[in-house]
């Protein structure tokens, strides 16, 4: 069993709920261990039953004395158990849960959270969630912080709860940065933050985790853009344009704007000629404030791309943009014998040439 395993071969519950795992995005050991949860249910208080009081949301552990279920008139089903601890007896009720009946025998040691009602006299806990306490094993669901997934219909919260522990507890993860990269950004191992992300002991550690995950997926993201770049540059190549042969033109250009491009302008167009200069297709990214001239550097480049032969197609989102763009080209480029056009999306006309 490795990350990779389709969750459809994991066993028969899997498999019955493998269509609603894929409608979360499931369908390996890694997508189900990558499933986050968006919040935790803090239960990890837990009361004694003669201090809990109406209205508070509390964890009990205690002893089942007796657990049934009870028809009312309206055909509605109420199961009701009577807990107790060294402190004292509570009345802990479900509404239309009859399997519970099935799990739960007297008898039973048993985690309940649930919020205090006041009922005929006494409290009665309305059982949110619950746990057969079994020596050895961990609580999930209750007197701990508690992971809540997203969840799709058909799913269950403590089934996601469970089948992600047992997971956790039988897989062994590999980490794969090296300990020097870890202790530079104070990042603790992978399988500890797996494991804390969805059983943490504290929000702290929760955090601690969230921190080397989400570390971890900037990392991936960047390396499998590299990855498609050096792929993109093997397998595709664009024409070089002719620099020096054009200089005194593009001078021309640069003498005829009205003000004095910026240092940060000229270092950006120099980049720019560089790489059009090869076959490498050029990814590039032109970041700047509103108003630092990142059109006068586009209109420079398709200024260059026509002296080497080609049409330009300037693409933006919105069509005032678009008016504003061309209207900055047009001003550029008329005089220097460039035809310039306008196509939006509301245009009747089209150009052909």
Known sequence: MTLDTPIRHLGFSYKV?????EKLG?????DLLFHIPFRYDDLSVISEIQDVSHGQIVTICGTVDKIENQYTKRRFVIQKA???DKSGLIECTWFNQPYVTKTIHTNDKISISGKVEKGFGKSILQVKD?????????NIHTGRLVPIYPLTAGLSMKWMRNRIHELLEQLEIQDYLPETTKNKYNL???AHAMSAIHFPKSLSEADIAHKRLSFDELLLTQLASLERRKEWRK?????KFELVKHKTDIEKLWDSLPFELTGAQRRALDDIFKDVATSTPMNRLLQGDVGSGKTVVAALLSYLSVLNGYQVALMAPTEILATQHFATFNKLLEPLGIKCEL???????????
């Open 188 to 190: 603790t191992g992978l």
């Open 26 to 30: 499931i369908f390996t050991i890694n």
């Open 82 to 84: 009577l807990v107790r």
């Open 130 to 138: 619950y746990e057969v306490l079994v020596e050895g094993r961990p």
């Open 343 to 353: 196509i939006t999306g509301s245009s009747t006309k089209r150009k052909a040439d």
């Open 235 to 239: 397998i595709t190549t664009s024409p």
């Open 17 to 21: 709920n493998s269509s609603k795992l």
